[in-house]
């Protein structure tokens, strides 16, 4: 079945930086699209970013472009959330995702 595992979420400083992943399972993660949400209290889930199955097309979240990078390695079946310059309004569960099938989230805090 399929599974998603994320990772490297915690507490950092504004302007900091973290990497989130995601390794995924039960699928041919090479063929597919994935995606990073994210969830901040009393607010709805957005769209964070996204690659394709070759990492050669990327979109970002205007909040985030410049700030945020996504990557993915296919022989490790992971996908990265590289961020940086963190900001307080950044803080939020993430989430993986491979079309219908979320992860199960990370904490990311961004608090002085």
């Known amino acids: 079945q399929v599974q998603l595992a994320e990772s490297g979420g915690g507490l950092v400083q504004p302007g900091g930086s973290l990497r989130l992943s995601c390794t995924a399972s039960g699928f041919t993660f090479s063929n597919y699209a994935m995606g990073w949400y994210r969830q901040a209290p009393g607010k709805e889930r957005e769209l964070v970013a996204s690659?394709?199955?070759?990492?050669?097309?990327?979109l970002y979240a205007d909040s985030v472009k410049g700030r945020f990078t996504i990557s993915r390695d296919n022989a490790k079946n992971t996908v990265y959330l590289q961020m940086s310059s963190l900001k307080p309004e950044d803080t939020a569960v993430y989430y993986c995702?491979?079309?219908?099938?979320w992860g199960q989230g990370t904490q990311v805090t961004v608090s002085s």
């Open positions: 690659i394709n199955w070759s990492g050669g097309s990327t």
């Open positions: 995702r491979y079309r219908e099938y």
